[in-house]
């Protein structure tokens, strides 16, 4: 069964129509890749499965379950999680804060256990910190655990989102561009990070990349897009090889 | 075990230090009481305003609002129903003082439900629409006493001192205790970035209302505790000023400092109290005056904008400073003495205390934009980090 399922999702903004008919299925395990040129609608497809936007037609299925118009933070608890690709951490929180905030939604002490500072919500805490800190072992940001995330260095900063993201505990991770604005070391580290993620911690990675080299060394599945349209699918062989993918980011002859 | 032996230490410490205030206050005539009285409500009002603008990021300004609701609700109970109760003293109080919290939290439910869905401005404007309908309504409503205001029964006038303290004490405690553990991190999430908060799994939506809904009962139980020992409410004892009143505590606290708004709550309720009784001042000292403290924030300012060096010095370039805004001031209003137009001129200084209040509130938002505490907590770690020593800088440590 696939773990994710786009059936001719849509989307119009007014006249403008962002996601045409997109299709394509993730099965549980793969390293899926979404490529295209710039405003392709690559970041529109996250929002729609991530919940932000509602398709205006089509279907996205999550193992099976329909979740189009279902809100953030719902689908966050069904298990998507994602990066952003202007990243959006919590600038003024810690790094370890950040990570404990994505660990969150699986507390299950209550507010008033808080409130008056009981036992079971600071144990709680302390295992939820304790967690992040192991996440952040993953990512190599336990050295900064105490830092403000704003403090961080940008390669830092990605490296934080993703951490803040699997502390969610999600089946597929999303992650938007995260190579973006990296130099060729970090790409590469980057690189085993994400594969890492895939075989050590079984998640499923969907993501978006410019980088073309990046993507086709570590992608087994490649969708790409051009201004809202499909226009090629398959593994990264037979897409660098694509006419129409050659035409979408080189421009076509004259 | 140890756990409850700390907690009941610490309950029963801070029971002392109430009535240790309480019997300070009393017999030093009505005035100090009051004094003590207010400035317990000012510290509760901004440390619950806090926790909806500076640590939740909703920027309300309708605290008043609710402020006036506990108190209208739990004077009205007292009036009317109380008194076949058959409770007496701090009991009968305690419920009253519920009521004022429940009937407050219910208004900010109701505000804050379709609101909240706002951002920024728009709340702002929101709440502040909420305070004039609520204050509106109550100056039209008879059974509330409309524009005369309401005479509460006042059995607990001046009395129960200790019971406001605790009640400020309870709500530094709240957000202390929120912030220290796990629950406080989505209502600074919250703060920080809805989009990537509700990505994260966080209900913004029920984050912003929880929010709300406690800063507003606090509110209402300081509202409660007016009407009750007040003795006496009316629509204009909530204007909208107060909002305003408490935000700026909130601001120059620091937005998001616990600590920093309970200060600014204690002190920027005092400080226009305290100017009432100053005595006269002659112009030349006044225009002295005005000049020296002009001439030392400028210097000031330069200093903190131009000086990157060893804090140490820098704090010793500040004081070198305020020393010589000093010593500026007695020479010039020496030398001004000489000029008759303004020697032989005299100020009443208990009327100029709202220009002094604002002007000091002027010079601190030059000085210090990001509050007396910044984003800080007035906390051991803190004093410790000032000392030098490496410590956590973020709220929750680990």
Known sequence: ?254 | MKFFAVRAGSIALAVAACFALQSFAIGKGDLVFRLVFLAGLYVTLAVSLNLINGITGQFSIGHAAFYMVGAYGAGYTANNYAGSWGLKGPLLMLVLLLIGAVVAAVAGLVVGLPSLRLRGDYLAVVTLGFGEIIRIFVQNSPPLGGAYGLTVDAQFKFKYVWMVWLLAILCIAVCRNLLKTAHGLPFLAVREDEIASSAMGVNVTRVKVTAFVIGSAFAGAAGAMLANFDGFISPTSFPMELSFTILTMVVLGGTGSITGSALAGGVLFYIPEYLRDLKPVSGSSLVAAVIAVIAAVYVVKRIADHYHGDKGKRAALYLGTIIAGVVLQIILAAVFKNVPSLANANFEASKLRMVIFSSTLIILMLLRPQGVFAHHEFSWSWIQRLLGKKVPTTAVSV
């Open chain 1, 1 to 254: 069964m696939s773990l994710l399922h786009l059936d001719k999702a849509t989307i119009k903004f007014g006249g403008l129509i962002a996601v045409n008919e997109v299709s394509f299925e993730i099965k549980p395990g793969q390293l899926f890749g979404l490529i295209g040129p710039n405003g392709a609608g690559k970041t529109t497809c996250f929002n729609l499965i991530t919940g932000v936007y509602k398709p205006t037609s089509g279907s996205i299925k999550f193992e099976g379950r329909e979740i189009s118009g279902t809100p953030s933070n719902k689908i966050a608890h069904l298990g998507i999680a994602r990066t952003f690709q202007n990243i959006r951490l919590f600038g003024a929180l810690s790094v370890l804060e950040n990570v404990v905030v994505g660990g969150f939604l699986r507390h299950h002490t209550g507010l008033g256990s808080a409130i008056a500072y009981l036992p079971p919500a600071i144990k709680e805490t302390d295992e939820l910190k304790q967690e992040a800190m192991r996440l952040l072992e993953v990512v190599d940001l336990a050295h900064v655990a105490n830092v403000r995330s704003r403090d961080l260095s940008y390669g830092m900063q990605r490296r934080l989102e993703i951490a803040r993201a699997m502390a969610t505990q999600p089946k597929l991770l999303l992650l938007d561009e995260p190579a973006a604005g990296m130099n060729p070391q970090e790409k590469m580290d980057l690189t085993g990070t994400v594969r890492r993620i895939r075989d050590e911690h079984d998640k499923t990675v969907l993501l978006i990349e410019h980088d073309m080299r990046f993507v086709m060394e570590l992608c087994e599945n490649i969708v790409v897009l051009d201004h809202g349209e499909e226009i090629a699918q398959g593994p990264p062989s037979e897409i660098r090889n694509d006419p129409k993918v050659i035409e979408a980011y080189l421009g076509e002859a004259v």
